[in-house]
């Protein structure tokens, strides 16, 4: 029912930059919020970044204000996850999910995600 592909991740050197990319049917698009969780080796799955498509709000975990932005793309049901200095702590895999609020906020928020891209910063 929720098809969610991420791509995009890959290895990078802090301060660098990936851009994250979300495909998803456009019923999964316009009846659901979107975002990006992400879990670390050894962490939990942990908040990200979202997004409501009525409205255009966002929302960013505090620890990649100002670092990652977090669009869209309607007219493609695309979402997507600009990551700019990035920083060794920001590792993880990252997956795209389906909220079930108009703004997600934490990971419970979620009620969908996709097999996910990892993203691997060096020092």
């Known amino acids: 029912q929720v098809q969610l592909v991420e791509s995009g991740g890959g290895l990078v050197q802090a301060g660098g930059s990936l851009r994250l990319s979300c495909a998803a049917s456009?019923?999964?698009?316009?009846?659901?919020?979107m975002g990006w969780l992400r879990q670390a080796p050894g962490k939990e799955r942990e908040f990200v970044a979202s997004?409501?498509?009525?409205?255009?709000?966002?929302a960013h975990k505090d620890s990649v204000k100002g670092r990652f932005t977090i669009s869209r793309d309607n007219a493609k049901n695309m979402v997507y996850l600009q990551m700019n200095s990035l920083k060794p702590e920001d590792t993880g895999v990252y997956y795209c999910a389906a909220g079930s609020r108009p703004i997600p906020t934490s990971e419970a928020d979620f009620g969908s995600w996709g097999q996910g891209t990892q993203v691997t910063v060096s020092s």
């Open positions: 997004i409501s498509w009525s409205g255009g709000n966002t």
């Open positions: 456009a019923r999964t698009f316009s009846n659901h919020a």
